[in-house]
């Protein structure tokens, strides 16, 4: 488990926060009002996916227009062949708290 502090207020001035982690680099960003934690890079060619699309519950990268459910990082259209990881985190008064699992997984949809 792993304390990120000040991420509610920061959420409210940027849609995107990018962090550095032990587990690499991951983006927090909100949907329906709850904050998702989701690998930063595109499962596909790596791309930054600080950039993506929200479009409701839905993440398109931006070079290649894979697309995933923000929710649980499944693919909903490639051309990615993985799913994006995505760790479960809840707010804390102004702090986020994320479960980092022992090794990140990705959804794979299977």
Do not use: K, N
Not at 33 to 47: S, T
Not at 55 to 79: E, K, M, N, Q, Y
Not at 93 to 103: Q, T
């Amino acid at each position: 488990m792993t304390r990120l502090e000040g991420i509610r207020e920061r959420l409210s001035e940027d849609p995107v926060v990018r962090v550095e982690t032990a587990h690499g680099p991951y983006v927090v960003r909100l949907v329906g009002g709850r904050p998702v934690v989701h690998h930063a890079l595109c499962p596909h060619r790596g791309g930054p996916l600080e950039d993506a699309y929200q479009v409701g519950g839905l993440l398109i990268c931006a070079w290649h227009r894979s697309t995933f459910r923000a929710r649980d990082g499944r693919t909903v259209h490639g051309p990615a062949c993985s799913g994006l990881p995505v760790v479960p985190a809840r707010f804390d008064g102004p702090d986020l708290v994320v479960d980092w699992p022992e090794e990140p997984s990705d959804a794979t949809g299977a």
